[in-house]
């Protein structure tokens, strides 16, 4: 016994199968409802039968209730897509960016349908993913609030598990690539679900996405190499992170482009770093520390607010420091004060 849901642009319809799944975290018939609400939103003739008419009386236990829901949402939608065939209104509505709310919603969907057996997940994890859209979600678009990638950038989330971060940025920024890797076996194995899943729900209600990619290895294998130079902005989310792993890292670092920035969770370097004649081996060099702020929601397990740190590579920096050695001003603008290291 199947329930379809006819896709709002004409593409393929989704299927679901009764009876319907409904564990910790995830209720089939809840989806099912909510979907139906996203397949009108974007269609204003039936916001007002949506309420009076299609989700009428509604009894999530009992099948038929719940075949009759979706033959009227059928009927409904192939009125619509009858009357709007070949129209400017069609077009209209076709291919747009997804709003931040419909993309929370298709990653969560994307995420219930993709990770069948989200215990074989490791738990621990710093945003375990299944409560992404609760908490990432909102953290990561604070992120791109403040980065504001454009359509040039090619974006890279370096340990990228199921694969979340890379598809929220696909479905919310111009970014010409966003690139996910993830070398453990059973996050790399769900990348691939979410994948194909992301992409028929995007198709199924008709919104435009970036290419991505969510690649199976780990990233310091001189394969990725490339996935460092030409990436412009990079996250990483190194919080557990030990100091090999850090160390390692910007030494991949030192190769980035001019003006690529890493948004992280541990700083590269400290935020006082002043180049000096005993750390000019050190990152801190070559690139530009700031805090981001964190916004209210964003308190960690400690309960206590945490921070993110943006840095943007400037090799000016390093520049300006050999230009001002070089005229002999550098005892004036840099007192003896305490220097800082990086390492
Ligand atoms: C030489 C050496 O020491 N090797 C051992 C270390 C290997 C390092 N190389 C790795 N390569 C590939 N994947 C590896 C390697 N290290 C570990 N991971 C994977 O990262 C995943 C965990 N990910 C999170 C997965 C979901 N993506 C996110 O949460 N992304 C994200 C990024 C930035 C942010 C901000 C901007 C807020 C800071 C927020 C979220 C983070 C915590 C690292 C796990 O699935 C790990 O398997």
Not at 89 to 100: G, Q, W
Not at 146 to 153: A, L, M
Not at 211 to 229: P, V
Not at 312 to 334: C, M, P, W
Request: proline share 4%; aromatic share 12%.
């Amino acid at each position: 016994m199947e329930l379809r849901l006819n896709s709002p642009v004409g593409n393929l319809p989704a299927v679901y199968y009764w009876p319907l799944c409904k564990k910790k975290g995830y209720d089939e018939a809840k989806e099912i409802i909510e979907t139906i609400v996203w397949g009108c939103s974007d269609i204003p003739d039936l916001s007002v039968p949506l309420k009076k008419n299609i989700l009428h009386d509604v009894d999530v236990t009992s099948y038929e209730s719940m075949k009759a829901l979706t033959k009227r949402y059928n009927k409904a939608i192939n009125n619509v897509l009858l009357l709007e065939k070949g129209t400017q209104k069609f077009c209209d509505r076709l291919n747009r960016v997804a709003s931040k709310e419909l993309l929370r919603h298709i990653i969560q969907q994307t995420y219930s349908a993709a990770v069948t057996d989200a215990e074989e997940l490791n738990k621990y994890q710093a945003f375990s993913p299944d409560v992404y859209g609760e908490t990432s979600f909102d953290l990561i678009t604070q992120m791109l609030d403040v980065i504001k990638p454009g359509k040039d950038d090619v974006f890279v989330d370096l340990g990228s598990g199921v694969g979340q971060v890379v598809l929220q940025l696909a479905g919310a920024s111009p970014c010409k690539r966003c690139v996910g890797i993830e070398r453990a076996d059973v996050p790399a194995k769900y990348a691939k679900a979410m994948e194909s899943k992301f992409k028929f729900w995007m198709q199924w209600y008709g919104k435009r996405y970036g290419y991505f990619e969510l690649i199976k290895g780990d990233f310091f294998h001189d394969a990725f190499r490339d996935k460092f130079t030409e990436a412009t902005v990079i996250f990483v989310n190194n919080f557990a992170f030990g100091p090999a792993v850090d160390h390692k890292l910007k030494e991949r670092f030192a190769e980035l482009k001019q003006g690529t920035k890493i948004v992280s969770s541990k700083s590269f370097c400290p935020l006082n770093f002043r180049i000096s004649d005993r750390n000019l081996s050190d990152i801190g060099t070559i690139m530009i520390v700031s805090e981001i702020a964190p916004v209210k929601s964003s308190v960690s397990w400690t309960g206590k607010p945490v921070s993110y740190y943006l840095h943007v590579i400037d090799r000016t920096k390093l520049e300006k420091y050999f230009q001002a050695k070089k005229n002999g001003s550098l005892h004036s603008l840099f007192a003896e004060d305490a220097e800082t290291s990086c390492d």
